[in-house]
Antibody, heavy 119, light 107 residues
Framework: EVQLVESGGGLVQPGRSLKLSCLAS????????MNWIRQAPGKGLEWVAS????????YYADTVKGRFTISRDNAKNTLYLQMTSLRSEDTALYYC????????????WGQGVMVTVSS | DVQMTQSLSYLAASPGESVSISCKAS??????LAWYQQKPGEAYKLLIY???TLQSGTPSRFSGSGSGTDFTLTIRSLEPEDFGLYYC?????????FGAGTKLELK
């Protein structure tokens, strides 16, 4: 069974940093592109970043480019999102999601981890 | 960025009825469209991709149609477990963008 479990969320002050993790199981992690997607309270879904299976290709939304870094450790079956210079508008539920092989949609999602940026 | 518009925020229906949820793209996205379902306490679930292809495990009462800019998710003969939130997503180009969602509620 495919499972994606996010962790690392919490309350953080504006301007500070936080690192999210997503532990994957139930599939060959190193074969799949992975993504972070977020949903602010009461708002819609926003794609944040993507990373290819071997980390060769990385893409970011303009809203986080230069502040967030997506990475992965295929030996540990783990996806990361390093978030720096956090702003109140980064407050959201952050989801880890798998790219379906050969497609740019998301066939499995985690339950999400909450990040609250507030002083 | 491609804007995705789901014109209905809420839709009320009864079990056994059929409903359609629309999604409109701000430019042609061919058939690069996916539909997702979210239920409280559960992870998002991929229902349909490529506009009309059912993901493995999606019941056959779900169907997707459309191409270009206009898409529709249809659910025939609603079951109690179908009530929840539905989102469309374009993957024609980055940034991938989602519709605002349509909440299917029990009438």
């Amino acid at each position: 069974e495919v499972q994606l479990v996010e962790s690392g969320g919490g309350l953080v002050q504006p301007g500070r940093s936080l690192k999210l993790s997503c532990l994957a199981s139930g599939f060959t992690f190193s074969n799949y592109g992975m993504n972070w997607i977020r949903q602010a309270p009461g708002k819609g879904l926003e794609w944040v970043a993507s990373i290819s299976s071997s980390s060769s290709y990385i893409y970011y939304a303009d809203t986080v480019k230069g502040r967030f870094t997506i990475s992965r450790d295929n030996a540990k079956n783990t996806l990361y999102l390093q978030m720096t210079s956090l702003r109140s508008e980064d407050t959201a539920l952050y989801y880890c999601a798998r790219h379906r092989l050969g497609g740019h949609y998301f066939d499995y999602w985690g339950q999400g981890v909450m990040v609250t940026v507030s002083s | 960025d491609v804007q995705m518009t789901q014109s209905l925020s809420y839709l009320a229906a009864s079990p056994g009825e059929s409903v359609s949820i629309s999604c409109k793209a701000s430019k042609s996205i061919s058939n690069y469209l996916a539909w997702y379902q979210q239920k409280p306490g559960e992870a998002y679930k991929l229902l349909i991709y490529s506009g009309s292809t059912l993901q493995s495990g999606t019941p056959s009462r779900f169907s997707g149609s459309g191409s270009g800019t206009d898409f529709t998710l249809t659910i025939r003969s609603l079951e109690p477990e179908d009530f929840g939130l539905y989102y469309c997503q374009q993957y024609y180009e980055k940034p991938y963008t989602f519709g605002a969602g349509t909440k299917l509620e029990l009438k």
